[in-house]
């Protein structure tokens, strides 16, 4: 039915082409892209919407910067003279194409001997703040409503009688509103319609001039001539952005709370070490940075709340373990036995070796392989599902409160880029309006070879986690080898160490590389909405990264030491042999590797966040030093757009997700090795969030304010995680740690555990005895022959059905917290259908 709908698009002429911004929406003309017409056309009318005071000129809503060497353009050849001119051409155009949409254009250079530096201030008159603010379906408030902004630990307190510390008085609070979809024609319904100067909030009028902005042409469409965008990756525009309300330092005299800008209220409210233990002002930040940045500073801070439970409880187990260290029997048989376990080389040519001397790493392991770590699994697994369900209530209501709850179903316009590039065009079931299209069989074959090129990625990460195995085997056999006695003995735990550091820097350079490349992938994808784009590009890399960095703790947690073979019998890989457990077992080094890879990544990342920025700020003032005005070296001096371009671009969320997603699977895959691992997290993130509201606030360029309706794809990623995470720690309790055996043994053997440590060790079969003059043990369930024994058997049933019945306990109670949990509370739900109602009554055209 849809292809009957389908017209091939026009072919347009290759001239002059400017935005129509004439209204026309009501006939399917406007479908969020370029409309292209060869004749020159100026902006909506001046009458379009004349109710309400006149604005005050405002200094700019958006500046565009291109630097000038007047140095080079004294000495370029023909090649680079003509690139130039094409630049010119196109920056005119686009500038010529701006004003004919209505945009007030200003420009200010800045020039000495060698560096010029020109400043394009561009801000929109109100008619054209009024016709796009309907274009795009922006929300606007109908009717105020008393802020209910409210924390669950906040209600905790106050109904425990606990004066609440985290509590703090912001100024300016953003008041919250019924709001309605804008419409021209109903312009004095809208609360604030009499003040043009405040009726459109600095964050609606910057995503207003972006959207011209994105989609004005500079030449033909059809070669992606059009948008900043491409102006910006072409080198013809240097910078493009929004302006801060000021500067972010209040002046020395400290004005009244009430005086500060906005930035200046972040600044001292929430991007300050010294509020690690406040509320974040996420209204302000809402009002400041949109609804998308909004949000990912509700999630890090909703999320970083859960972890104190999770740490609290981690904490008590490793405690609980170090009061075991003592007291538990198989240790102390473990630690006193001298010379009676002797062990078969854990390597071919390591030597002979005493389980004593294995203490040390099996007391560590002690710490966390205890009947509570099973516990805090079982916890931890409903930690994970009760965050979700709970976040998904706290996202609901903050997209309700900040007006977005339908924005991806509803307003969200095509992408300009897909606009521009779709061969035909549909009437969209939903609006009635006519928009670009492309055939969704093209997108799926699309989509197939760009999975391909993802599982070669993944080929090239297994390839190196085997080189990094490999590494392992080969170097524990050099250092083995070693006239050190003490390099000798540590000789399996060097290799492992010395593996998990080099396994990190693959980690890292294959990161950067795979990062352009899936960029490439979803672009040539053709999706319609930017949502659905970032969702497919965060998938590709998430996919990858998942496999780039829990690769070796999944080798280490299930495959290392299963397929070893036995004395006399040894399995090889490439003609080295399989690695086996070092001395205190997998799981000891499980958790090794764990905090080499999280916490070695987390203090690296917080590294560059802190000092990369400020080199690269050190660096940009160095550079525009010289471009100022003569006379004006002091900030204070400068113009704020001269101000602002000396700050660092803004370089999107992707990053900041993808750092506290990849710490949330180590905190649940696999902590069941690592109990530690939440309040490392806990720690770093306390750290992460004023680190980025620092960034944000004070050293990155004002970020375009975008819309969202959630987290995105990130929330069912996480909850893949939840799910992979109750799985992963079943089979880690019931085949890496000694809990099972050690209970199959209470029951059937020792209640006190006595004889444990010679229980789980196999004797070498008589022929490698004989080979070797002296007999060893090693750790299997085993006969002298190597065959299984009836033990390994009977354990083996019990670990599988101890798996079983753990995941299936655990997604039971997930699935009725899922029920008795509601996505949305009732009072939101009252709201949306008040709003519903207030929106119908509002846009009636007929009062009663």
């Given at each position: 039915?849809?292809?009957?709908?389908?017209?091939?698009?026009?072919?347009e002429?290759?001239?002059?082409?400017?935005?129509?911004?004439v209204?026309g929406a009501?006939?399917?003309e406007s479908?969020?892209?370029?409309a292209?017409?060869a004749?020159?056309l100026?902006?909506p009318p001046a009458?379009?919407?004349?109710?309400g005071?006149?604005?005050?000129?405002?200094?700019?809503?958006?500046?565009l910067v291109?630097?000038?060497?007047?140095?080079?353009?004294?000495q370029?050849?023909s090649?680079?003279?003509?690139?130039?001119?094409?630049?010119r051409a196109?920056?005119?155009n686009f500038?010529?194409s701006?004003?004919?949409?209505?945009?007030?254009?200003?420009?200010?250079?800045?020039?000495?001997?060698?560096m010029?530096v020109?400043?394009?201030l561009?801000s929109?008159?109100?008619?054209v703040?009024?016709?796009?603010a309907?274009d795009?379906?922006?929300?606007?408030?109908?009717?105020?409503?008393?802020?209910?902004?409210?924390?669950?630990s906040?209600g905790l307190?106050?109904?425990?009688?606990?004066?609440n510390?985290?509590?703090e008085?912001v100024?300016?609070v953003p008041?919250e509103?019924?709001?309605?979809q804008?419409?021209?024609?109903k312009?004095?319904r809208?609360l604030?319609?009499?003040?043009?100067?405040?009726?459109f909030?600095?964050t609606?009028?910057?995503?207003?001039?972006?959207?011209?902005?994105?989609?004005t042409?500079?030449?033909h469409?059809?070669?992606g001539?059009?948008?900043i965008d491409q102006?910006?990756a072409?080198?013809?525009?240097?910078?493009?952005?929004?302006?801060h309300?000021g500067?972010f330092?209040?002046p020395?005299?400290?004005p009244q709370?009430q005086?500060?800008?906005?930035r200046?209220?972040?600044?001292?409210?929430w991007?300050?070490?010294?509020?690690?233990?406040?509320y974040?002002p996420?209204?302000?930040?809402?009002r400041?940075f949109?609804?998308k940045?909004?949000?990912?500073?509700a999630?890090?801070?909703?999320?970083t709340?859960?972890?104190l439970?999770a740490?609290v409880?981690?904490?008590?187990?490793?405690l609980?373990?170090?009061?075991m260290?003592?007291s538990?029997?198989?240790?102390q048989?473990?630690?006193?036995?001298?010379d009676?376990f002797?062990?078969?080389?854990?390597?071919?040519?390591?030597?002979?070796w005493?389980?004593s001397?294995?203490?040390?790493?099996?007391?560590?392991?002690r710490l966390?392989?205890?009947g509570g770590?099973?516990?805090?699994?079982?916890?931890?697994a409903?930690?994970?599902?009760?965050?979700?369900?709970y976040?998904?209530?706290?996202?609901?209501?903050?997209?309700?409160?900040?007006?977005?709850s339908?924005?991806e179903?509803m307003?969200?316009r095509p992408?300009?880029?897909f606009?521009?590039?779709a061969?035909t065009?549909?009437v969209?079931?939903?609006?009635g309006?006519?928009e670009?299209y492309?055939?969704?069989?093209?997108?799926a074959?699309r989509?197939?070879?760009?999975?391909?090129v993802?599982?070669?990625?993944v080929?090239?990460v297994?390839?190196c986690?085997?080189?990094?195995?490999?590494?392992r085997?080969?170097?524990?056999?050099?250092?083995?080898?070693?006239?050190?006695?003490?390099?000798?003995?540590?000789a399996?735990?060097?290799?492992s160490?010395?593996?998990?550091?080099?396994?990190l820097?693959?980690?890292l350079?294959?990161?950067?590389?795979?990062v352009?490349?899936a960029?490439?992938?979803t672009r040539?994808?053709?999706?319609?909405?930017?949502?659905?784009?970032?969702?497919?590009f965060t998938?590709k890399?998430?996919?990858?990264?998942?496999?780039?960095?829990?690769?070796?703790?999944i080798?280490?947690?299930?495959?290392k030491?299963?397929?070893?073979?036995?004395p006399?019998?040894?399995?090889?890989?490439?003609?080295?042999?399989?690695?086996e457990?070092?001395?205190?077992?997998?799981l000891?080094?499980?958790a090794q590797?764990?905090l080499?890879?999280?916490?070695?990544?987390?203090?690296?990342?917080?590294?560059?966040e802190?000092l990369v920025?400020?080199?690269q700020?050190?660096w940009?003032?160095?550079?525009?030093h010289?471009?100022r005005?003569?006379?004006?070296?002091?900030e204070?001096?400068?113009?704020?757009?001269?101000?602002?371009?000396?700050?660092?671009?803004?370089e999107?969320?992707?990053d900041?997700?993808?750092?506290?997603?990849?710490?949330f699977g180590f905190?649940?895959?696999?902590?069941a090795a690592c109990?530690?691992?939440p309040l490392?997290a806990?720690?770093?993130?306390?750290?992460?969030?004023?680190?980025?509201?620092?960034?944000f606030?004070?050293?990155?360029?004002?970020?375009?304010?975008?819309?969202a309706?959630?987290i995105?794809i990130w929330?069912?990623?996480?909850?893949?995680?939840t799910?992979?995470?109750?799985?992963?720690?079943a089979?880690?309790?019931?085949?890496?740690?000694?809990f099972?055996?050690r209970?199959y043994?209470?029951?059937?053997c020792?209640?006190?555990?006595?004889?444990?440590?010679n229980?789980?060790?196999?004797?070498?079969?008589?022929?490698?005895?004989?080979?070797?003059?002296r007999?060893?043990?090693?750790?299997?369930?085993?006969?002298?022959?190597?065959?299984?024994?009836r033990t390994?058997w009977?354990?083996?049933?019990i670990r599988?059905?101890f798996?079983i019945?753990?995941?299936?306990?655990?997604?039971?109670?997930g699935?009725?917290?899922d029920f008795?949990?509601?996505?949305i509370?009732?009072s939101?739900?009252?709201k949306?259908?008040?709003?519903?109602?207030l929106?119908?009554?509002?846009?009636a055209?007929?009062e009663?």
């Amino acid at each position: 039915g849809r292809s009957g709908m389908l017209r091939r698009r026009a072919r347009e002429e290759d001239s002059a082409v400017l935005i129509d911004v004439v209204p026309g929406a009501e006939k399917g003309e406007s479908y969020g892209s370029t409309a292209l017409h060869a004749a020159g056309l100026s902006g909506p009318p001046a009458d379009a919407c004349r109710v309400g005071s006149p604005a005050k000129p405002r200094i700019a809503d958006f500046v565009l910067v291109w630097e000038e060497d007047l140095r080079l353009s004294r000495q370029q050849d023909s090649s680079t003279r003509d690139k130039t001119d094409i630049h010119r051409a196109w920056r005119q155009n686009f500038l010529d194409s701006l004003q004919a949409a209505g945009l007030h254009v200003d420009q200010h250079d800045v020039q000495d001997q060698d560096m010029a530096v020109h400043y394009i201030l561009l801000s929109a008159p109100w008619a054209v703040l009024c016709y796009y603010a309907e274009d795009l379906r922006l929300k606007l408030p109908l009717q105020e409503l008393p802020n209910q902004a409210s924390n669950w630990s906040a209600g905790l307190l106050a109904a425990l009688g606990i004066p609440n510390i985290l509590q703090e008085e912001v100024p300016n609070v953003p008041p919250e509103y019924y709001s309605c979809q804008f419409k021209v024609s109903k312009l004095p319904r809208f609360l604030g319609s009499d003040n043009q100067d405040t009726f459109f909030t600095s964050t609606k009028r910057h995503q207003i001039l972006f959207e011209i902005l994105a989609k004005t042409p500079y030449g033909h469409e059809k070669k992606g001539l059009f948008g900043i965008d491409q102006l910006l990756a072409e080198g013809v525009f240097r910078a493009a952005f929004p302006l801060h309300d000021g500067p972010f330092m209040p002046p020395p005299e400290g004005p009244q709370p009430q005086a500060l800008n906005q930035r200046q209220v972040l600044c001292r409210h929430w991007a300050r070490w010294g509020k690690w233990n406040k509320y974040q002002p996420l209204d302000h930040v809402c009002r400041y940075f949109g609804e998308k940045v909004a949000l990912y500073f509700a999630w890090l801070g909703f999320y970083t709340g859960w972890l104190l439970p999770a740490a609290v409880v981690g904490t008590l187990v490793i405690l609980v373990g170090c009061f075991m260290v003592f007291s538990d029997t198989p240790t102390q048989e473990l630690c006193g036995s001298t010379d009676s376990f002797l062990m078969c080389p854990l390597c071919s040519d390591c030597p002979f070796w005493l389980l004593s001397s294995a203490c040390a790493l099996v007391q560590a392991g002690r710490l966390f392989d205890h009947g509570g770590t099973v516990f805090f699994s079982l916890f931890m697994a409903l930690w994970a599902v009760l965050l979700l369900e709970y976040w998904k209530r706290k996202s609901a209501t903050l997209a309700y409160r900040w007006g977005c709850s339908d924005y991806e179903d509803m307003e969200e316009r095509p992408r300009p880029q897909f606009a521009a590039a779709a061969p035909t065009t549909s009437v969209n079931p939903i609006t009635g309006e006519e928009e670009p299209y492309f055939p969704a069989g093209s997108r799926a074959s699309r989509m197939l070879a760009g999975s391909v090129v993802v599982l070669m990625m993944v080929a090239v990460v297994v390839m190196c986690l085997v080189s990094i195995i490999l590494y392992r085997a080969i170097m524990a056999i050099l250092v083995s080898r070693s006239d050190n006695t003490l390099l000798a003995a540590w000789a399996s735990r060097i290799a492992s160490l010395t593996g998990s550091v080099v396994n990190l820097v693959f980690i890292l350079i294959l990161s950067k590389l795979y990062v352009g490349l899936a960029h490439v992938l979803t672009r040539w994808e053709m999706h319609r909405t930017q949502t659905k784009f970032e969702d497919a590009f965060t998938l590709k890399v998430f996919i990858f990264q998942f496999v780039n960095f829990y690769s070796s703790p999944i080798y280490i947690a299930f495959f290392k030491g299963r397929f070893v073979g036995y004395p006399g019998n040894y399995h090889t890989l490439f003609g080295v042999r399989n690695e086996e457990c070092a001395t205190g077992g997998c799981l000891i080094e499980l958790a090794q590797e764990l905090l080499v890879i999280m916490v070695g990544k987390q203090i690296i990342n917080n590294v560059q966040e802190i000092l990369v920025p400020k080199l690269q700020g050190w660096w940009q003032r160095f550079r525009l030093h010289s471009k100022r005005k003569a006379g004006a070296s002091a900030e204070a001096d400068q113009a704020p757009w001269e101000a602002d371009y000396v700050l660092l671009p803004f370089e999107g969320l992707f990053d900041e997700y993808l750092e506290m997603v990849l710490q949330f699977g180590f905190v649940t895959i696999f902590v069941a090795a690592c109990p530690l691992a939440p309040l490392f997290a806990l720690l770093n993130n306390w750290v992460e969030i004023r680190l980025d509201a620092r960034k944000f606030v004070c050293e990155r360029r004002r970020p375009v304010a975008e819309r969202a309706q959630d987290i995105g794809i990130w929330f069912h990623i996480l909850a893949a995680i939840t799910q992979l995470a109750v799985i992963s720690n079943a089979f880690l309790l019931a085949f890496a740690s000694d809990f099972l055996p050690r209970v199959y043994y209470q029951w059937t053997c020792a209640r006190d555990l006595r004889g444990f440590v010679n229980f789980t060790l196999a004797r070498a079969p008589p022929a490698f005895a004989a080979a070797h003059n002296r007999t060893c043990r090693y750790r299997a369930f085993r006969d002298d022959d190597g065959h299984y024994s009836r033990t390994y058997w009977n354990l083996l049933a019990i670990r599988l059905a101890f798996v079983i019945v753990f995941e299936h306990v655990v997604f039971s109670i997930g699935r009725l917290l899922d029920f008795l949990v509601p996505d949305i509370p009732e009072s939101v739900e009252i709201k949306v259908k008040r709003e519903y109602y207030l929106a119908k009554q509002a846009l009636a055209e007929n009062e009663v």
